[in-house]
């Protein structure tokens, strides 16, 4: 019996444009005005949380969990370390 292969993530699509692009976009925006984190740092947000979500796919396992609970988990952990 043939095991299909597990599918590939483009993670840097992910990055740019996939779920996890619109998810570090969407918290960065809302943390805003929250400990001290101005419109201005906004790119800097962001690139922090590309770089944890980066780090950490490695680690992404698709027979434990789907791709989005992953990066949500990610993210909202980073977040709440800024």
Known sequence: VAVPSRPTLD???ELTQGFAARMIRSKARRLIGHASLRPQDQ???RQELSA???QAAPTF???VGDW???VATVV???AAQM
């Open 61 to 63: 396992d698709p027979a």
């Open 43 to 45: 790119d800097d947000i």
């Open 68 to 70: 989005e609970s992953f």
């Open 11 to 13: 993670f840097n699509h």
């Open 76 to 78: 909202e952990r980073t």
């Open 52 to 54: 944890a979500v980066w």
